[in-house]
């Protein structure tokens, strides 16, 4: 039996994947990637996550894509790749470029979660500015406060975060829960607290536009 997703050829031979649309995203991403999937309706869109600590170990990220592209594309129509830069030093565009795959634009998620034009505008102003995504306030422990050492050297605070002036938690949904967690952070690292709601940003048009790609 030949699986739904497939179709004929003339030949009768199945051709595997058609239209069918692999993201290869950040770990990072997963819940907002899998919230605008169920929002759209965009069934025909899979998704493979690598994990989300490699953004701890940035020279790491454009291997491991490359490797999954290599394992899936012969399944797939289309695959995407849903990084930014995230500290690769434009290696990852340099080889998606190669691999023929399209990947988001921007430096990293802060960017494109507030929209790439918006953000760049803050940039000249903000640069003294700390963020948080909704993924990053859950997992702030994890991601942040542990792997700095501030858990066991709290003097460290000054070294790392000595010259930022404020927080800003990028909320991708209203949650109270989240924003009380995001305040909290910004007391433990001692920075002025700000909230701004920027929904999906870059993100949602972009998959939108993959979706009907």
């Given at each position: ?28 991403l997963a819940h907002e990637v899998l ?16 994990p989300a600590n490699l953004h701890l ?97 709290p003097q460290l605070r000054d070294l ?54």
């Open positions: 039996m030949i699986p739904e997703d497939d179709v004929l050829t003339e030949s009768g031979v199945a051709l595997r994947g058609h239209g069918r649309i692999l993201l290869i995203a950040c770990g990072a919230a605008l999937k169920r929002m759209n309706g965009w069934d025909h869109m899979d998704l493979q996550c690598l170990y940035p020279a790491r990220i454009t291997a491991e894509v490359a490797r999954v592209v290599g394992e899936v594309r012969a399944d797939y129509e289309q695959v995407f790749v849903l990084y930014a830069d995230c500290g690769t030093g434009g290696l990852l565009f340099a080889r998606c470029k190669e691999l023929g795959v399209e990947m988001l634009q921007g430096p990293h998620c802060y960017s494109f979660f507030e929209g790439n034009a918006g953000f760049l505008e803050r940039s000249e102003t903000e640069f003294t500015a700390f963020y948080l995504t909704d993924f990053l306030v859950r997992q702030f422990d994890a991601f942040v406060w542990r792997p700095m050492g501030l858990d066991r050297h790392y975060f000595g010259n930022y002036t404020k927080l800003v938690y990028q909320a991708q949904t209203n949650d109270p829960a989240l924003d009380a967690k995001a305040e909290d952070c910004a007391r433990r690292l001692g920075l002025a607290y700000e909230r701004r709601f920027t929904g999906y940003g870059d993100l949602a048009i972009e998959m939108t536009r993959m979706a009907g790609a």
